[in-house]
């Protein structure tokens, strides 16, 4: 029980059951069952299928970069807000951001004699099975399902006690009138067309930019069962694709337990490779998710629910990134919309948000989407840098969607946010940290770095004092004080600035790591140009109240009514200030989190309480992190314990919005937060249990990796801690736990090294 959801309802979400289904998925392929009884619906997507994306030719606006300047330097900042983005559209570029569309609906319709009892829908996390069980005068039925990983098909298997009777179709998603969204009614994909020959049902509609998709699935049934596989495509002609597909399911075995072994097989592989037990009860792990929830609103959430979250962020990203593919966007592989609420990929704090489990958390493969996806756009980046800046080097759009990595969207927060590439980076360099992969460093992490260190070079100008001047300039998604209009919503205001901490922050990871690893690979070119850099980068600097200042300007003065909290990137998830090499400054940073939750709980939403945790974590406070997950849990968790953007019911904690998006960037933050508060960990040193709320007397954790290619294991009680080391190189390090320096350790390589600390 302890790695599988338990729900007692099906998909509820009025308009859009999808939401509260249950997905499983192998990064290509997803589908999300509903668990209705009588009329079943499966959802089924496929990680290639965009619509509605429109990529024009982007026009040169680089001659407005001076006089966006000379505006904010006058203090005429929301006029300078709007100059680049009202050239682009007076130049007529109306770009479409698009999203991922469903593919399609499995159906399933069984007739109800004398109503459902026992109704039971499961997710077993370790292998990826979604079951629907229930009785019905008497008799047990069940469905059971998973996607494969090896033969990227999606299995069903149908079972009764009796007679089985079952109508089974494809068809398009939701081709009924019910199909009202938080972006209004939008049109369905034409020439829809479905037909059975034999066994097989055959299925296709065409996309707005005219190829088609679909799906095949061969149906074979007896007295008292049937078994479905589906295969789909997209971008193929639907004729030879149905024959295609045909022919490779035909040649399927249609056992359910020999097609589940080899997936169930390489799936659990992944997902144990990291364990956590925080000593909750069997009992507790066999309750239902709605009862864990009902639990969790009354203040703290239970250890069961706490593991369970952990577990499923984990599970959501094997399932939805996948080597070869795209990396997982703000709604996973599931987006049970045909236009999604924000269905993008947003990296100005979601996308990396998302990824942040991976590397401590021992799936260093879920990452590689993400690096093969910017650097096959590399060329567009280089023409956004040329055209809307006239700088050499890359400029990642905040917002992007396959297959183009130009703007996308003319919004002046979007243009003017010129860190992506730097924040991107920074999972470069940590893939580098993990995994000792020189090669990696060298062909593709310092690459990328120099890249980003280019723009800057050019981008970046010298003020009168010598230091460097970023303008424009925006901290996401913030206004300052001086422009806040009380939504807390940034589109709605001005963002345009100069000097944004962030962008220093990250402009000086960008050149550390550069001249780190180049160092690593005695490579000696750049080098000196980029330690010079480094000394024209500007001081962090503290307001009147004793917080790291958001932005290092004096137009513009500290906003704590925001969920974004850019500026503390130093202490997370950048590594550049801990209280042991700057206490002043670390007790800076410290102050300007507790501001943002200073000035009330409603400016939060889900993902940023994720961060929020992941921040108190890296600041050693267990029990102010935990607590931001229980708020968390009160607020934006649903019942399949997908996270939203905000709370839909009024109650106080959050962003107060009429829809509350699904974004998955929650789910993935609530794992990354667990594993900061156990460990900690920079090359050379590491901070065993740095952040242990106190509520978790006793536990343990299996697998974790620190920086330097370490696995940890620990387990802890009230009187004793354990720590296991393993490395795969001889490497000497410096072990503290719970914050507290322990020994400095010299580890054989492929040699286990235990402590035992008394506390």
Known sequence: MKNRLILKTPASWWGAKWREALPSGNGTT???????????????????????????????????????????????????????????????????????????????????????????????????EVSVSWKDDGVAFERNLFVSRPADLVVMQISSERALEVDIALDLHERSDARWCANGEVALPENFQSLEEGEFLCYA?????????????????????????????????????????????????????????????????????????????????????????????????PLALVEKMWSYGRYLLISSSREGGHPCHLLGLWCGEYVGFWAFNMANENLQMIYWQALSGAMPETLVPMFDYYDRMMDDFRENAQKLYGCRGICIPAVSTPPSGLLKTVYPHIIHWTGAAAWIGQHYYDYYLHTGDETFLKERVLPFLRETA??????????????????????????????????????????????????????????????????????????????????????????????????????????????????????????????????????????????RLAVGIGEQTGWSLAHMSNIYARMNDGDRALECLDLLARSCVKNNFYTVHNDWRGMGIGLEMEWAPFQIDANMGWSAAVQEMLLFSVPGKLNALPALPTVWKKGAVKGLVARGGIQVSMDWNENEICIDLFSATGQVVELSVMGNRVDTLTLSANTHHESRITR
């Open 454 to 595: 280019l723009f800057y070079e050019d981008f970046f100008s010298i003020g009168d004092d010598g230091f460097f001047v970023s303008a424009p300039s925006n901290s996401p998604e913030n206004n300052p004080a001086e422009y806040w209009d009380g939504t807390g919503m940034g589109e709605a205001a001005m963002e345009t600035t100069i000097n944004a901490t962030m962008d220093f922050a990250l402009a000086k990871e960008v050149l550390t790591h550069l001249i780190e690893g180049s160092q690593v690979l005695g490579e000696t070119e750049g080098v000196e140009k980029w330690q010079g850099m480094l000394e024209k980068i500007p001081a962090y600097q503290i307001n009147d109240d004793g917080a790291v200042r958001e932005w290092m300007h004096p137009f513009f003065s500290d906003n704590y009514h925001h969920r974004h909290q850019s500026h503390i990137y130093p202490v997370f998830p950048g590594t550049e200030v801990t209280r042991e090499n700057d206490a002043e400054l670390y007790k800076a940073f410290e102050v300007a989190l507790r501001k």
């Open 205 to 301: 509609a065409q996309n707005d930019d005219g190829t088609d998709f679909g799906a095949v699935a061969r149906v074979v049934k007896t007295e008292n069962s049937a078994i479905v596989v589906v295969k789909l495509f997209v971008k193929e002609d639907r004729s030879s694709a149905w024959a295609r597909l045909k022919t490779e399911l035909a040649a399927i075995s249609m056992d359910y337990d020999v097609l589940l072994e080899p997936h169930a097989a390489e799936h659990r592989e992944l997902f144990n490779r990291v364990a956590l037990d925080l000593n909750a009860t069997e009992e507790a792990h066999a309750l239902s998710n709605e009862e864990l929830l009902l639990e969790a609103y009354q203040g703290e959430a």
């Open 30 to 128: 997803g589908a999300a069952v509903y668990g209705a009884v009588h009329d079943e619906t499966v959802l089924l997507t496929h990680e290639d299928l965009w619509g509605f994306v429109k990529t024009q030719e982007l026009p040169d606006v680089s001659g407005e970069l001076s006089r966006v300047r000379k505006l904010l330097h006058e203090g005429k900042a929301e006029v300078a807000d709007k100059v680049i983005a009202d050239k682009l559209t007076e130049l007529g570029y109306e770009p479409n951001i698009g999203a991922p569309i469903p593919l399609g609906d499995l159906k399933i319709k069984m007739p109800v004699s004398q109503g459902f009892k026992q109704y039971r829908r499961t997710l077993d996390m370790e292998t990826g």
